[in-house]
């Protein structure tokens, strides 16, 4: 089984410091919503992001990310042939545990929508039988309740020769959510930081690398 996380994701909703921006409140009468329950988005709040976060501005409000990363591993064939477990790791230290079978909006604002609901019930569609759920909890501590070797792919990590890497058959991999910089969580409890190419990669093509690798492999 190969449990796959996107740490530290930019994934948030807009905090209370720019919720009175005027780009912020705009969007949110647009949308027919109260600005604390509109998940930040730089598409839309780049103003209000760049006038309060100074050098953080370029990472933050990036729900993009975490769109295409779990399309990507939501419909992958290793998903399908139950060997994939999906996590999100949010700047927050929230975690969203993913049924194997969701399958995610494949419009970007239904997505939005459902994630505006997550992370302000806390679980998607209820709370019964949910199929996406949130809980507060470290990138250490989910790590340490999977359990398996961890990994985590970082263009500052140790260079390896990946078309011949060997990716082990229990293994946790821990995937950048965020467009620039660095993890904001310490992960040095990870067994091995490796770099798998020269250049830097968009998060959802590393995580399709590992799960075509572990795909290659099983
Ligand atoms: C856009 S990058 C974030 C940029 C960041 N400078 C970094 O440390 O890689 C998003 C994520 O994709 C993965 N990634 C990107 N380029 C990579 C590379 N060359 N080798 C390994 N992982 C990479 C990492 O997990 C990274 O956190």
Not at 145 to 172: F, N
Not at 174 to 198: Q, T
Request: hydrophobic share 40%; proline share 6%; aromatic share 8%.
């Amino acid at each position: 089984m190969m449990h796959l996380i996107l740490g530290d994701a930019e994934l948030e909703l807009v905090p209370k410091e720019i919720q009175g921006h005027p780009a912020v409140v705009k969007h949110a009468k647009s949308r027919r919503k109260r600005p604390s329950n509109v998940i930040l988005d730089a598409t839309y709040h780049h103003q209000a992001i760049r006038s309060k976060y100074g050098a953080e501005a370029e990472r933050r409000g990036r729900p993009d990310i975490v769109h295409f990363f779990l399309m990507n591993a939501q419909e992958s064939i290793l998903n399908k042939e139950g060997k994939l477990r999906v996590y999100v790791h949010t700047r927050n230290n929230e975690v969203i545990f993913i049924e194997p079978e969701t399958r995610l909006p494949k419009s970007y604002p239904r997505f939005i929508g459902l994630m505006e609901n997550l992370l302000h019930n806390g679980c998607v569609p209820n709370c019964d039988s949910p199929l996406m759920r949130m809980e507060k909890m470290s990138l250490k501590s989910l790590v340490e309740e999977i359990g398996e070797k961890t990994i985590v792919l970082s263009e500052s990590g140790k260079r390896v020769d990946w078309k011949s890497y060997e990716i082990p058959e229990d293994v946790t991999v821990i995937i950048g959510g965020f467009p620039s910089g660095d993890f904001l969580s310490n992960v040095s409890f990870a067994s091995e930081i490796i770099s798998i190419y020269p250049e830097t990669l968009m998060a959802w093509v590393a995580a399709y690398e590992v799960i075509t690798k572990y795909e290659g492999v099983r």
